[in-house]
């Protein structure tokens, strides 16, 4: 049979909570009873105790569950997702805390739920994750907290930490519309459910896919509607992924059309780094033929010269394990808005220099 604690400390001639202070507490024993204990052990063929059982006893495991979608390598390729990741280990390794990343694939939705059952986690961190509503039933029948970037609105036991998105891309809609710009394109990242890369037509933007990208594009249509005047021409570009070759994949929509477009907002520095690869190919200066707004200030926005949306990553992952370790008693200090910073660089220009 398989050994247990019990099995060792008849072996040794002692008590079960001797043997398993051995392991959790060792000062409670002399180093010459340690030793024989874990002597006793290893001929036996004892490991130790479960360290999943220890952790549920405990009533905490020390660790947080984030949920990603099924693109796991963008944990450690984009560049936003890194700063996020890196303000949220950095507070997580402050409590004594870790981070389990969790992926959840809209291929097999029953293997994500799955996945969220059995995480041994103190709480959920939602990253990055479109249909992320449809599960969040399944972490709250845990009764662990859950914090967001953006909750559904009628579900108060959800915490926050996030910017006004809306609010957000219309600061860089307003700056274009200064600048005379007239016929702009928004490259929004899986803006349409199913959609292959290339102009889409929302009659209802509430059809957008992606939550994060809705919310953006709203803000977009408000500085248009506000700004008077002739209404811009707005072309909806989607993009299938948050890569910078998705980037120039979907500019092209965008540039290769006879009415050109003359300023793209894009919905992330990376399609917005791509936009620019893009301009390059077709020998169009960013700034002068075309003005390009990204959204996030990546570290290589500045040096491209991107003009764009600039939120703290590091600072709402930081904030997100925060809530999530030590949450306030006071409701309205969990939900946290951070602000965000229009960054203009040489992207951007007056239409009349086109």
Known sequence: MKPTLQTVADAVGVSRSTVSNAYSRPDQLSAELRERIFEAARKLGYAGPNPVARTLRR??????????????????????????????AQAAERHGTG??????????????????????????????????????????????????????????????????DREAAGKAAEHLLRLGHRRIAFIGFKLARGHPTGVVSLEDPAEAYFHLSL?????????????????????????????????????????DRADRCTAI??????????????LAARGLRPGRDISVVGFDDIPEAASAGLT???????????????????????????????????????????????
């Open 265 to 278: 907002v894009t919905y992330s520095d990376v399609l917005g780094l791509g936009v620019l690869d893009a």
């Open 59 to 88: 009533g905490r495991v020390g660790a947080i569950g984030v949920l990603f979608t099924d693109m796991m390598a963008q944990a450690f390729t984009d560049p936003y997702a890194v700063e996020f990741l890196r303000g949220l």
């Open 99 to 164: 981070l389990v990343l969790i992926p959840l694939s809209k291929r097999d939705p029953d293997g994500s739920s799955a996945a969220l059952r059995d995480a041994v986690v103190d709480g959920f961190c939602v990253h990055c994750v479109p249909d992320w509503p449809m599960l969040l039933a399944e972490a709250r029948r845990r009764g662990l907290p859950v914090v967001a970037e953006f909750p559904p609105e009628d579900d108060p036991g959800v915490m926050t930490v996030g910017i006004d």
């Open 308 to 354: 764009t949306i600039r939120q703290p990553a590091a600072e709402k992952g930081a904030m997100s394990a925060e809530l999530l370790l030590d949450p306030p008693q006071d409701p309205a200090g969990r939900r946290v808005l951070l602000p965000v910073q229009l960054i203009v660089r040489s992207s951007t220009g007056p239409v009349e220099r086109n």
């Open 215 to 255: 919310e953006r594009l709203l803000g977009f249509y408000d500085a248009c509607a506000q700004s008077g005047g002739d209404q811009p021409e707005i072309v909806l570009v989607n993009a299938v992924a948050n890569t910078r070759a998705e980037g120039a994949a979907a500019a092209a929509h965008a540039l």
